[in-house]
């Protein structure tokens, strides 16, 4: 984990704005946190030399892309030695459909985002490629009723 940095009220208003549309131009970003844009520019600067700001992406559509089914997974594993740990997690993070993967401190050991077409390509994902890996003991899958708030 990196250093915390120090941020004062201007640069929060920055990430803000940022976070909520990341291809503001610096002028318009200026003027939303009032400033002009030379020292505005200037912050965003620092902010992504700090690494407080690392990175822009464009966010996709899923279900436009063909992947509309998310499925949150809970996996816990019986093999703790390094080798069959290290094993999981390269090859769980290699799956296309697997969007985000954590490994928790106790039960479950693993957090999986899946994103797959419908629940077909769901039940292939799970039967062919998760639940066939060493180490799994068990696989637990939650299917959302409703997304009400996800920060990207």
């Known amino acids: 984990m990196g250093k915390e940095i120090e941020l004062d009220a201007i ?4 990430l803000f704005q940022l976070r909520q549309d990341g291809r503001l131009t610096n002028v318009e970003l200026a003027k939303r946190v009032g400033l002009t844009p030379p ?4 912050r965003v600067k620092r902010l992504e030399e700090d690494g407080v700001i690392s990175g ?5 559509d899923s279900a436009a892309v ?11 594993v019986y093999a ?7 094993e999981f997690e390269d090859t769980v993070a290699a799956y296309e459909e697997v969007v985000e993967l954590r490994r928790f401190f106790g039960r479950p050991d693993y957090f999986l985002r899946v994103a797959v077409a419908d629940h077909a390509a769901y039940e292939e994902f799970l039967t062919r490629k ?12 939650h299917l959302t ?3 009400i708030k996800a920060e990207l």
């Open 56 to 60: 822009y992406r464009a966010v996709i």
């Open 80 to 86: 703790t030695d390094r080798a069959t740990v290290e």
């Open 11 to 14: 640069d929060r208003e920055i």
């Open 145 to 147: 009723m409703k997304k």
């Open 39 to 42: 020292p505005c520019l200037r």
């Open 66 to 76: 063909g992947r509309g089914l998310e499925v949150l997974v809970d996996v816990e």
């Open 130 to 141: 998760l639940t066939g890996l060493r180490g799994v003991l068990r696989v637990e899958s």
